[in-house]
């Protein structure tokens, strides 16, 4: 075509344009006239480890093994800002004499005084509790540091279960392990009293919904784990032992169902890695520091901690971390 464009041309041309316009098919610059606005991004406001069944006492190398964990933790090139534990501090206390149980806890002592300079919530479990085995305890119950006192005393913990605040999330810290029956035997079961659901109502209740909360507990509100630790043979049904897994988790779920704002339950227990998605709830039961009480792995699972980092928007990040111990 020469150097003069006839205006039928250029008419014809507009009209191409137009079309190709309404069918989406314009050039760069409507395409970025139409994009939808960038979504504000997400700030991470906490880092946190998860370290469960430490389960220390003076034999097996234990107390390095729990050191080695702590300075594993706090040589990360993204330091924690935090550590939870979930529970099962010491080696047993449920169904071990005073001088025993003594040496353990001041085994934990001396390794968070002297190895660990991150700040520490702490959990209870099931081996922090002296003498519910009355026998092999040698306790009566009448004892001053008997039950769960000693364990709370020690840590400087105002009760079994509480709640706080951090960089924007809200803690609900559960006591999950509770007497089953009166025989003495140190039997458990893994449950909330009618006045821990009480409390843990009316505790959400008075979270905004715009804060996200997580959910920290010793026995596992929801997981799979149970299903795998068992003999290995076919089964024509499964059974969860009511030690193993929160038998009033319904309950609980109902709650959480409640109040959206509910986005993460941390667990241990069962010395096992596991995630279930349920409700819009994510339930994470992380392997425990011990392995299997310091005699290597457990099943499927290395001597480890969970890492979590908790975002301002209510989203979080897991992944599980093997700190290299070898068991001796």
């Known amino acids: 075509m020469g150097p003069s464009i006839s205006r039928r041309t250029m008419l014809k041309a507009a009209g191409v344009l137009g079309a190709a316009g309404a069918l989406g098919l314009a050039g760069p610059a409507s395409i970025a006239a139409q994009a939808t606005p960038a979504q504000p991004r997400r700030r991470r406001v906490l880092r946190l480890a998860h370290l469960t069944d430490l389960h220390i006492q003076a034999e097996r190398q234990a107390y390095e093994g729990v050191v080695s964990c702590l300075h594993h933790v706090q040589s990360q090139e993204d330091k924690p800002d935090l550590i939870l534990t979930g529970g099962d501090l010491i080696m047993d206390a449920l169904a071990t004499g005073r001088n025993r149980v003594k040496a ?22 099931n081996h922090d509790i002296w003498g519910w085995h009355k026998g092999k305890s040698g306790t009566t119950g009448n004892e001053e540091q008997w039950g769960k006192r000693w364990a709370l005393d020690l840590l400087g913990l105002p009760g079994p279960y509480r709640s706080f605040d951090r960089a924007g999330w809200h803690f609900v810290v559960l006591d999950s392990v509770h007497p089953d029956g009166d025989d003495a035997t140190g039997k458990y079961i893994g449950k909330l009293d009618e006045a821990q659901h009480e409390w843990l109502a009316a505790d959400l209740a008075a979270v905004p919904a715009t804060t996200p909360v997580l959910i920290l507990s010793h ?3 929801l997981t799979v784990t149970p299903l795998v630790g068992g003999q290995d043979k076919d089964r024509r049904d499964w059974r969860v032992p009511a030690a193993l897994m929160l038998t009033d988790w319904r309950r609980l779920h109902k ?10 339950a941390l667990s241990g227990h069962m010395h096992l890695h596991d995630r279930v998605e349920y409700g ?34 209510g989203t979080f990040e897991h992944r599980y971390v093997t700190y290299g111990w070898k068991a001796r």
């Not at 353990?104 to 479990?125: N, R, V, Y």
């Not at 005699?295 to 908790?310: P, Q, S, T």
Request: contains cysteine.
């Open 219 to 221: 026995i596992p509100i």
């Open 104 to 125: 353990q806890w001041d085994l934990l002592t001396k390794a968070l005084k002297s190895e660990c300079s991150i700040p520490i919530e702490h959990c209870l479990g």
């Open 280 to 313: 819009g709830v994510t339930y994470i039961c992380d392997g425990a520091v011990c392995g299997n009480w310091w005699k290597g792995r457990h099943i499927d699972c290395d001597e480890g901690y969970g890492l979590v980092d908790l975002y301002d928007d």
């Open 255 to 264: 709650l959480f169902q409640k109040h959206p704002n509910v986005k993460l």
